[in-house]
């Protein structure tokens, strides 16, 4: 409990309010990116990368990663 108050406390709200519909292959995968662009996000962080692949998330100027490529993003 006392990790995720730390967390809260550095996080900032995000207003989204579902404006633009991104039309992914998985349909529950579409607040993903609704959300990062309300939050002007550089990465949408998942382990479910390929349904994210069809997706022209690099044109809006998004990249999506897994956990694991995002820790060695911070690294260096």
Not at 16 to 33: F, G, I, Q, S, T
Request: proline share 4%; hydrophobic share 45%; with cysteine.
């Amino acid at each position: 409990m006392e990790f995720l108050d730390g967390f809260a406390s550095i996080c900032t709200p995000i207003d989204a309010r579902y404006l633009w519909r991104p039309n992914l292959k998985d349909e529950a995968d579409n607040h993903l990116v609704e959300l990062a662009i309300a939050a002007q996000a550089r990465y949408i962080i998942t382990n479910n990368v390929s349904d994210f692949a069809q997706a022209q998330l690099k044109q809006l100027g998004y990249e999506v990663i897994t956990p694991e490529q995002l820790l060695r993003v911070l690294r260096s």
